[in-house]
């Protein structure tokens, strides 16, 4: 694991859903949108609950790419979002969603897309905080957040034993 990250956040099935549920809770007065727009990959979980719970039909996509396995690299914008999603209002009323806000990179790299849409995430960091407007739970910059889809069942030793925490 890169030497930035001193802590790890392991999200299950369960607390993610929660979390995605808790999302879309927060983000019920704040419409109403005519589309959500999923960051793929991690985004696309999120988006699928939070556009069932506030009845979105819509869901368009956009392909960043930042990260491999547990490093930061580059970003790469692979896909936009498309015009009819977009229109010519930047946004005004299309929900931006992602599992989480890291450094902002790529908050910044679609917010320059659809500059009036309203961005959500389930978690943030403070580096990326900023740049959303609505998020579920905030966590510290030095933390990797180990997302279901990434993990797999495993024996885990006690802190005792010298799992780290």
Do not use: N
């Not at 985004?43 to 699928?48: C, I, N, R, S, T």
């Not at 978690?123 to 510290?140: C, H, M, N």
């Amino acid at each position: 694991m890169d030497e930035k990250w001193q802590k790890s956040f392991p999200v299950s099935w369960d607390q993610f859903h929660r979390d995605a549920r808790a999302l879309a809770w927060r983000l019920h007065g704040e419409g109403p949108f005519s589309a959500v727009v999923a960051i793929t990959r991690g985004g696309l979980v999120p988006a699928a609950v939070v556009a069932r719970e506030l009845g979105i039909r819509i869901i368009e996509t956009v392909c960043v790419a930042s990260y491999d396995y547990e490093k930061q690299g580059e970003l790469q914008v692979l896909k936009g979002v498309g015009e009819a999603v977009a229109g010519s209002d930047g946004g005004k009323h299309v929900l931006i969603v992602d599992d989480l806000v890291d450094t902002g990179a790529t908050a910044r790299a679609v917010r320059a897309m659809l500059p009036h849409a309203h961005f959500a995430t389930v978690y943030a960091k403070p580096e990326g905080r900023p740049l959303v407007d609505t998020f579920v739970t905030e966590v510290s910059q030095d933390t990797w957040i180990y997302l279901p889809w990434d993990m797999g069942l495993a024996f885990t030793p006690p802190i005792r034993d010298g799992a780290k925490v």
